[in-house]
């Protein structure tokens, strides 16, 4: 286990709805980034955040949005959801200055 | 565009053989290579990991073979069990210019079917 807890595990909305996601980060580690995963594909880097900032950002629209908190917990909120956001969303924390990145089981999403 | 480019998309070998998975990258400021090991349901967790000044690393059954010219890196296990039946991801990174890490650029896969 790698300690990265995200919740909740499974969800479905339908399109044009909002939805939150979470992640706690393994203890101590200060950065967090947020993938996607569709089936059969390989995890796309959605944003990172550190220092409660957003620290790079993948090649994803506005609506999809985060935001990390003092405690290092973040916080993935995509609106207007569409059909193709469907995906496995995954959470990886990491230290600052180090490449390692731990994921999380990730939140399946299903938009109907 | 795809930047890190993996192959074979599917693998199968017998039990005690040998697993072998291909990437190539384009972006010459990568400098950490990690692979990562995916079952059903569950997250990618971290294999193994390469940096460029170095050719290969090995712990246990997995090696990493890294050729910096030819901007290629493998992943080898040796006597594959069952048990290593998952989807096998190589990925690549480079450090931002804040010195934080960056995004993590995956491949597309491998499927690895390891029979009995």
């Known amino acids: 286990e790698t300690g990265v807890t995200q919740s909740p595990t499974h969800l479905i909305k339908t399109r044009g709805q909002q939805v939150t996601l979470r992640c706690s980060s393994q203890s101590g580690h200060n950065t967090v980034s947020w993938y996607q995963q569709a089936l059969g594909q390989g995890p796309q880097f959605i944003f990172q955040?550190?220092?409660?900032?957003?620290?790079g950002r993948g090649n994803f629209p506005p609506r999809f949005s985060g935001l990390q908190f003092p405690n290092y917990s973040s916080e993935l909120n995509v609106n207007a959801l569409e059909l193709d956001d469907s995906a496995l969303y995954l959470c990886?924390?990491?230290?600052?200055?180090?490449?390692?990145?731990?994921f999380g089981a990730g939140t399946r999403l299903s938009v109907l | 565009q795809q930047q890190v480019k993996q192959s074979p998309q599917s693998l199968i070998v017998q039990k005690g053989g040998i697993s072998i998975i291909n990437c190539a990258y384009e972006n010459t400021a990568f400098d950490y290579f990690p692979w990562y090991q995916q079952f059903p349901g569950k997250g990618p967790a971290l294999l193994i990991a390469?940096?460029?000044?170095?050719s290969e690393k090995k712990e246990g059954r997995f090696t990493i073979s890294f050729n910096k010219s030819a901007k290629q890196f493998s992943l080898h296990i040796m006597d594959s069990q069952p048990g290593d039946s998952a989807t096998y991801f190589c990925?690549?990174?480079?450090?931002?210019?804040?010195?934080?890490?960056?995004?993590?650029?995956f491949g597309k896969g491998t499927l690895l079917t390891v029979n009995p």
């Open positions: 955040y550190y220092r409660e900032e957003e620290n």
């Open positions: 990886a924390s990491s230290l600052v200055g180090r490449g390692i990145q731990y």
């Open positions: 390469i940096r460029p000044d170095v």
């Open positions: 990925a690549a990174s480079h450090e931002n210019s804040g010195g934080s890490n960056y995004k993590l650029t």
